[in-house]
């Protein structure tokens, strides 16, 4: 006798479900039929869904902290990048002016 396998779903799968049943898209019921899956697993989803609906927004903010580091580091880049130039610049004008000076002598 065979074992039938569990089945697993990916949490993308679990969102889109939960976020048609949500909206109105589709009923309870509906859903479960559709994507064949037990009342049971299709409440305990939703249990999952609203108790970490709050993290969500959480995420904004770390969003936002990460483009203001994005941002602060474009800056710096930016400064070095000016600082490595007129290094480079500096560096090729003392190379010429002494390669004039030597063949002066």
């Known amino acids: 006798m065979t074992k039938s396998k569990r089945r697993t779903f990916t949490s993308e799968f679990k969102a889109q479900v939960m976020l048609e049943v949500v909206s109105g ?16 697993t299709l409440s305990r989803w939703k249990q999952e869904f609203v108790q970490h609906a709050e993290m969500i927004f959480e995420h904004s903010n ?43 002598r």
């Not at 898209?25 to 049971?40: D, G, H, I, P």
């Not at 580091?69 to 130039?85: D, Y």
């Not at 002494?98 to 063949?103: A, L, N």
């Open 62 to 104: 770390l969003n936002d902290q990460e483009q203001q580091r994005v941002a602060e580091l474009e800056r710096v880049i930016g400064k070095l990048t000016v600082e490595l130039e007129i290094a480079k610049k500096a560096s090729s004008l003392l190379s010429s002016l002494q390669g004039r000076s030597e063949s002066w």
């Open 25 to 40: 898209v589709k009923t309870f019921s509906e859903a479960c039929r559709q994507y064949q899956l037990s009342e049971q």
